[in-house]
């Protein structure tokens, strides 16, 4: 494997798995930003409270998207795969 293919890889690897997380650290922020607004609006100090609503968040964008992870998941490993041949030179 030369340095080019090398360098190329990691930045497919690197772009696909920002892609991948970026729905889900989204939401976390966007709830938790949410929440952190309502406490400071309502004076409840309460570190706990952003717990729950960021995980039924969470859970939620990560069962609505899953079958799109799961496509681009298994589109990108058939792409490395294929790579093999160029990989072991």
Known sequence: MNIETAIEL???????ALMLVAPILLTAMSVGMAVS???AVTSL???TLSFVPKLVAVGGVMIV???W??????DFTISVVQR?????Q
């Not at 992870?69 to 298994?74: A, E, K, P, Q």
């Not at 093999?84 to 072991?88: A, G, V």
């Open 69 to 74: 992870l799961m496509r681009n998941l298994m």
């Open 65 to 67: 998207s899953a079958s």
């Open 10 to 16: 990691f930045q497919l690897t690197v772009s696909q």
């Open 84 to 88: 093999f041949p160029e990989i072991t």
């Open 37 to 39: 607004l309502l406490q």
């Open 45 to 47: 100090q309460e570190q």
